[in-house]
């Protein structure tokens, strides 16, 4: 018998989008990101950690010149409950008269990406497009709503893919759900 918690909450969860489904996700929004920035020479920053296996394979799939950097936020510290955001990690390069498209895993709340699109405008970027691989359906308003979305996820906990499972599974080529008691 496996004693590994997380291992038996991957056997036993529910597979929401399969990795075929997030590929032709993936290459859709490239496709659309591609239509829209195409001539601007747009700053890819990818938030860390969740957004690297989206930022990696949408990068693949762009044709277009840009510029890659990184940032990290957190919005937990010590606390068990989302608190105000604290930058970790600042993008190196300058952000002035430049557009920025964040790509992030998910879309859960809005409050942290719609923090990080105000700090790149204040940081003089001239524009800032947002990125997720999933837009998570809870039915509430989110503060901020993202310019491309390849996937849509159930109001649930969810992994694969750069989501994690207490700290586990953002390598799953695919989405899953925790299923429902």
Known sequence: MDRDPVKHLLATAELIHSADTVVAAVARVAGEITERLRDSNPILLCVMNGGVPFAGQLMTQLSFRLDFDYLQVGRYGRETAG?????????????????V?????????????????????????????????????HGREKPIA???VALSVPDRF????????????????????????
Do not use: H
């Open 83 to 99: 608190g105000s955001l604290s930058w970790r990690v600042e993008p190196a390069m300058p952000m002035t008269g430049r557009s």
């Open 101 to 137: 498209l964040v790509v992030d895993d998910i879309l859960d709340e809005g409050l942290t990406l719609a923090r990080i699109r105000e700090r790149l405008l204040q940081l003089g970027a001239s524009a800032c497009y947002t990125a997720v691989l999933a837009d998570k359906l």
């Open 146 to 148: 993202a310019d491309f």
């Open 158 to 181: 969810v992994f694969g893919y750069g989501m994690d499972l207490r700290g586990a599974w953002r390598n799953l080529p695919a989405i899953y759900a925790l299923r429902e008691d």
